[in-house]
Each structure stands twice: as C-alpha cells, then as structure tokens.
C-alpha cells in the first residue's frame, strides 16, 4: 500500500526554484544552544543517498542546517493561505518550518520521486506572527511516534527524517513548563497545499496560479499542463485524498487538525499536531481540545478532506470552468468507498469478493466494534487472515452475539497473504495516547529512550508483517 525504501544515491533537485520568489521567502535557521542527536531515520536516509553521514554531519546539516551540496543555498519559507477551522486566514505561511532542501528518491530519469526536507521547530519566519518558531521536544517524540505508526499500517504519511533536541526551555499553555525543544526535519513529497492555490485565488494572480499548476504537475505527477491542466489536477487531489480519508479510518487515526493548509496536493498525510488513535471505533472521538465541535472527529475526516479539496476546485476557477471542476469534485465519494474497501480488506489481509460481499462484510464489523469495547487493534490482529485467532485476553471483549454475523461472513473469504510470526504474539501493536504518555515520562524524568526505541522497533516490525502477510 505504500512505497517502500530502496537504497540510491544523492540526487539534489531543487527544483522550487522554478517557480521563482513571489512564492516564497528566504529565512535562516535558529542559533539553537545545543544539538543533541535523538533519532535517525536511516532506514529512508538511505533511499535519498545521506545514511552514509556520519553523526557529526547529520547534526550539521539537520541541527545547524548547512545547506546539502547542490541544494538550496539558503532555507525558504513557503507562502500561503489557508482555511482553519472553516475560518479564512491570509496570515499564515511556514511560520516555524521552512523547506531546506529538495532531492529524489532516485534517478530522475528512472522515475525517482522529487521529495522535500522541510523542518518544524527551526525558528521564527516572516510568518510567525506571535509564536516563536520552536517545537517542543514532546511535540516531535509525538511526530516520530506518529509518522512510523502510520507508516506501518499502509497510510501515504511524511517521514520523521531527523530529531535533535536542542536545548532550550520553552513555555507553553497546553503542557507543563518550562519543557524541553527541539527540531524536527520530514521527509515527504511536497509541500504544495491546497492552501498554496487558495492564495494566488485571494490575491487574483492567473499566471501564477498556472506557474504553480505546472510544476505541481510536471514534479508530481509527471505530466504538462494542457488545456485540461487545472481539472487533471483536481482529479488527482480527489483520488488521492479519497485514499487518504480512508487509510485514516483503517488506521483508527484522527489527524485533529485537517486544514485546507494541512492538505498536500500530493495528498501525502502530514503535520501531526493534537493526533489521537481511537481505541474504540467512537465516530464522535476527536483529537485535538479545541476542536469542541467535532469538526475533524474520526467518522467526519472523509467530509473534512472533501471540504478543503472543494476549496481547491474554486480556487482553481482563476483559470477554469466551473462545470468540470464541479464534475470531478462530485467523484470524491466514489472514490472513497473504494478506497474504503481496499484499505480495510487490506488490512484484514483477506481478497476481495466484490462490491456487495464486501460492503455487507464491513457494515457487519462497524456495527459489531460501534457495540462492542473490543479496540481496533485488537480486532484487526485477532482476526487477520479472515480466521480468528485461539483464545487471548481479550476474549472476555468478544460478545458472540455482536461478532457472529463477523465470523459468518469473513469464513466466506480468502486470506490474502501468508501468515507473519508477528500474529502469533499475545497483543497488537498499538499507539494510544497512554503508551505515548508513558514514553515521554521516562524521557522528561530519567532522560531514558528505550521504550522510545523499542516503541518503534515493534512498529516497523509490524509493519514489515503488514506487508509481507
């Protein structure tokens, strides 16, 4: 479901370049007191040619941030706008992030993916407003604990490439202070939003808007413009955020904050924030505390992601007909029951039957876990393979007459892949908010990282298992 690491070598791109600097600003990185190196992601280091750096040169380049060779000389802060909360805000931007450099996956020529490596937490940018451009070290165990779960369970997600506490106090409302900071660097592809458009729309710049649709194009999805340029796009966005809402349902992830400006127009899940994983499968659950009115809760995330494409279709009317782009955002609900099926049969890792045998199958296990307190988790791991496993400690979970009509229909299919030695374990591998909790107390009181280290070794390992059977 996604696409997994592949060694190659350094290939700098820089290719925002193009687009010129009415789209961006340069910025410089903060002087931070101290750099110290907490995680590495070499498993997608490699895939972009920098696992051979040693500790030393990681911290250079993703603490100090010296530009990569060939790359950008200089930071950039993009620029763009964006709906919060429904609510249209022209100020904002990346106000404590900045793109610092831009690199392929793999040869150009061999269909090597144009990716980003974009910070949080690196200082303060035109765009700040009244913050001061850090991130917590908390707020980046957070990111990293978040993008490998997702990773594992099939969602297109950033990767927490880098992690360096950097030894300032900072104070904050929503966590105890003074608590520690620190910088963080993703890795992903693009960081064009839905916001980017709405911008150069408020502002009524065409050629710009057709400047930003054909790199979009061209670095994205390896196409040129064309007279159906702005629809071809809108049709992209639309499958892929259809994609994107229900690998979140499968996952039992709420992202919590799913601005128009938190929507990549590769649709590339990213910028973690109040994220929670419902344990139960809870329509209602939200992640963030001020989301009061269950604007982005788990069972609304599919409308949440429609509503800011929607936003993209009017932007793009700067240089499009209506009808089309009407026509294509029309198809997002399709898209998503497709999806929908996939990504749960999936996870389940059973074949599909067909439209009917499958909608019937899944309305039967929302119906059972809505009535149940059996946890998502759970479900998915005692039940992978389409059988349920031998007896485990959370039989007393399982009331026969919610889960029968499960059983009755999943006898009727056929597992998908062979069976994993991760299955065989007592308990699934989750991410609540309780086991994060705990990890981050034996970090703040004993400076201890091994339950950070082994959370993820457990993760990828599940993952691994996820998609080899």
């Not at 007909?321 to 890792?349: C, K, N, V």
């Not at 006898?411 to 705990?438: F, K, V």
Request: net charge negative; aromatic share 10%.
């Amino acid at each position: 479901m996604t696409i997994l690491p592949q060694a190659s070598v350094y290939t700098a791109d820089p290719a925002i370049l193009e687009l010129g600097d009415e789209f961006y600003d340069p910025v410089g990185a903060a002087d931070f007191p101290e750099a110290i190196l907490r995680f590495r992601n070499d498993r997608w280091a490699e895939t972009v040619g920098l696992a051979e750096l040693d500790d030393a040169q990681w911290v250079s380049h993703f603490g100090r941030f010296e530009p990569l060779p060939d790359n950008l000389e200089q930071p950039l802060a993009l620029r763009y706008h964006g709906h919060q909360f429904r609510n249209y805000n022209p100020d904002i931007g990346d106000g404590r992030g900045f793109l610092f450099a831009q690199l392929r996956d793999g040869p150009k020529e061999n269909g090597g993916r144009l990716l980003d490596l974009g910070t949080k937490g690196s200082g303060q940018t035109p765009y700040s407003r009244f913050g001061d451009g850090r991130l917590t070290l908390k707020g980046g165990i957070r990111e990293v604990l978040a993008t490998e779960m997702l990773e594992a369970l099939g969602v297109e997600t950033s990767k927490s490439f880098s992690l360096i506490e950097t030894g300032e106090a900072l104070e904050r409302n929503d966590e105890p202070s003074p608590t520690r900071s620190s910088v963080l660097v993703r890795l992903s592809h693009g960081h064009i939003r839905i916001g980017s458009f709405q911008r150069l729309a408020t502002l009524r710049e065409p050629e710009n808007m057709k400047k930003l649709l054909a790199y979009c194009l061209k670095h994205y999805f390896g196409e040129q413009p064309g007279d159906d340029g702005p629809v071809r796009l809108l049709d992209h966005v639309v499958r892929g955020g259809a994609k994107l809402a229900a690998s979140y349902m499968t996952a039992g992830f709420v992202h919590g904050v799913l601005n128009s400006d938190n929507i990549a127009i590769t649709t590339e899940s990213f910028d973690y924030g109040p994220w929670r994983f419902t344990p139960q499968w809870r329509p209602h659950f939200t992640a963030a505390y001020f989301d009061q009115n269950g604007l982005y809760s788990f069972a609304r995330q599919a409308e949440a992601i429609h509503w800011d494409i929607a936003q993209l279709a009017v932007s793009l009317r700067l240089i499009e007909d209506a009808e089309p782009l009407i026509a294509t955002i029309e198809s997002f609900g399709d898209h998503y029951q497709d999806a929908y099926r996939e990504r749960m049969l999936w996870r389940l890792g059973v074949e599909a039957r067909g439209k009917k045998h499958d909608i019937d199958l899944l309305t039967a296990i929302e119906k059972a876990l809505l009535e149940s307190e059996v946890t998502i988790d759970r479900f998915f791991f005692d039940w992978r393979g389409g059988q349920r496993r031998g007896p485990s400690p959370a039989d007393q979970d399982y009331q026969a007459d919610l889960f029968v009509d499960v059983a009755m229909k999943l006898e009727t299919y056929d597992n998908a892949a062979p069976r994993h030695s991760h299955w065989s374990g007592d308990a699934p591998c989750s991410m609540h908010i309780e086991e994060l909790e705990a990890i981050w107390a034996r970090i703040d009181e004993a400076d201890d990282w091994s339950d950070f280290d082994e959370k993820i070794a457990t993760i990828r390992r599940m993952g691994e298992a996820m998609r080899f059977g």
